[in-house]
Nanobody
Framework: QVQLVESGGGLVQPGGSLRLSCAAS????????MRWYRQAPGKERELVAA????????NYPDSVKGRFTISRDNAKNTLYLQMNSLKPEDTAVYYC?????????WGQGTQVTVSS
């Protein structure tokens, strides 16, 4: 059974940090490209970070570049997203996503709220 389980979300003040985790099981994690997406209320889901299978290549949109860092531990089947200098506009549900060819898996999401 394929599972992607996100954790680490919560309420944080502007300027604070959070580290999200995504525990994968039921599929060959190390052979999948991994991404983090987020979706704010009333907005479309947007890509916030992507990482290659071995972790040597990452990609970020300008909105989070320099503040967010994606990483993975293939030995632990876990994906991470370190988020620093958080802003209120980073408030959203964050989802991890696994991709290989036409196959995609999604987690259930974890809420991140940035507010004073």
């Amino acid at each position: 059974q394929v599972q992607l389980v996100e954790s680490g979300g919560g309420l944080v003040q502007p300027g604070g940090s959070l580290r999200l985790s995504c525990a994968a099981s039921g599929f060959a994690f190390s052979s999948y490209l991994m991404r983090w997406y987020r979706q704010a209320p009333g907005k479309e889901r947007e890509l916030v970070a992507a990482i290659s299978t071995a972790g040597g290549s990452t990609n970020y949109p300008d909105s989070v570049k320099g503040r967010f860092t994606i990483s993975r531990d293939n030995a632990k089947n876990t994906l991470y997203l370190q988020m620093n200098s958080l802003k209120p506009e980073d408030t959203a549900v964050y989802y991890c996503n696994a991709i290989r060819a036409l196959t995609r898996f999604w987690g259930q999401g974890t809420q991140v709220t940035v507010s004073s």
